[in-house]
Nanobody
């Protein structure tokens, strides 16, 4: 099993950038697909970006495609979400999830606020 901790959130102006980090501890992180979700105020949790276990494939939701980039380094047990050209509607709690066929782990989330 892995344990996840997100960091890097904060408050930025529209058009700004942030890089979120998801640090994993435990064994076998390179077996886990990692997904970034967000939960906007008053809304259901939504998938933002996903990266495969060895990082060869990624996918993005339509609202963030072209602005967000997910990456990972399994030697460091890290996954990142680089966010550029942030918009007020990106304001949310961002959570990372690591998943295999047998195990699912969640971080506690990090708040991103985009406001002028």
């Amino acid at each position: 099993q892995v344990h996840l901790v997100e960091s890097g959130g904060g408050t930025v102006q529209p058009g700004g950038s942030l890089r979120l980090s998801c640090a994993a501890s435990g064994f076998g992180f390179s077996d886990y697909t990692v997904t970034w979700y967000r939960r906007r105020p008053g809304e259901e949790r939504e998938l933002v970006a996903q990266i495969s276990a060895v990082g060869r494939s990624t996918l993005y939701s339509d609202p963030v495609r072209g602005r967000f980039t997910v990456s990972r380094d399994n030697t460091k047990n890290m996954v990142w979400l680089q966010m550029v050209n942030l918009k007020p509607e990106d304001t949310a709690v961002y959570l990372c999830q690591a998943r295999t066929g047998l195990d699912t782990a969640w971080g506690q989330g990090t708040q991103v606020t985009v406001s002028s």
